[in-house]
């Protein structure tokens, strides 16, 4: 019904933005791999799907159409709803999710809040003919796990936080980067800044 919204960010939250579309603010939820990229003020065009409920209609935001594409089909294996379905995309790519269903990893669907281990096995199950072949080449390489540092930088500005709080909470999360190895989720990281910048309110 609603295929994409475009206008002017008009506010941020660690879950949703507010985009500006002929003068209504839309408010869109997002995972934190998307709201990194957004900033307050500046124009975006965001691929959406809304999800209907008999007391809600929500507007879940994504990057592209493939991220919108891969979190409607993860609906249609049972159990998933859009929350779940979310939480996949925050803690992995796209891409990420169709090579841990073709190569059956059933680690990398348990790393997402609310999937145990039977819950994986089914997704795998389930999945395995519905998302299709990763699309890139796995991630590689120093200037993604260097690159991690600017984009949550950016993303902790772009929610509104001052340049020294942003330093503070990327120093704060640098250890989990590390242990995570040569590709840290952007998305996760800015979740674990979020609550060290909470705290220290």
């Not at 609603?2 to 939820?29: C, M, T, W, Y």
């Not at 039977?118 to 796990?145: C, H, N, T, W, Y």
């Not at 120093?171 to 995570?180: K, L």
Request: charge should be neutral; include cysteine.
């Amino acid at each position: 019904m609603i295929a994409f919204v475009s206008g002017p960010v008009a506010a941020l939250a660690p879950d949703s933005a507010v985009v500006e579309v002929g003068g209504i603010g839309i408010a869109v939820q997002c995972s934190p791999n998307t709201l990194s990229g957004l900033r307050m003020g500046q124009q975006t065009k965001l691929a959406t799907s809304l999800v209907v409920r008999e007391d809600s209609l929500t507007l879940y935001g994504f990057v592209d159409d493939d991220e919108k594409q891969v979190f409607e089909l993860l609906q249609t294996a049972s159990g998933v709803g859009p929350r779940l379905a979310q939480a996949m995309l925050a803690v992995h790519s796209p891409d990420a999710l169709r090579r841990a269903v073709a190569t059956g990893d059933e680690k990398a669907l348990i790393a997402v809040p609310g999937i145990g281990k039977k819950g994986a096995q089914k997704l795998l199950l389930e999945l395995k003919d519905r998302l299709g072949e990763p699309i890139g080449a796995p991630a590689i390489g120093a200037s993604v796990s260097q690159g991690w540092r600017d984009q949550l930088h950016a993303a902790l500005i772009g929610l509104g936080y001052a340049t020294r709080e942003a330093e503070e909470a990327v120093t704060a999360v640098t250890p989990q980067a590390e242990a995570a190895g040569g590709t840290p989720q952007v998305g996760q990281l800015l979740k674990a800044a979020l609550q060290t910048l909470n705290r220290a309110r």
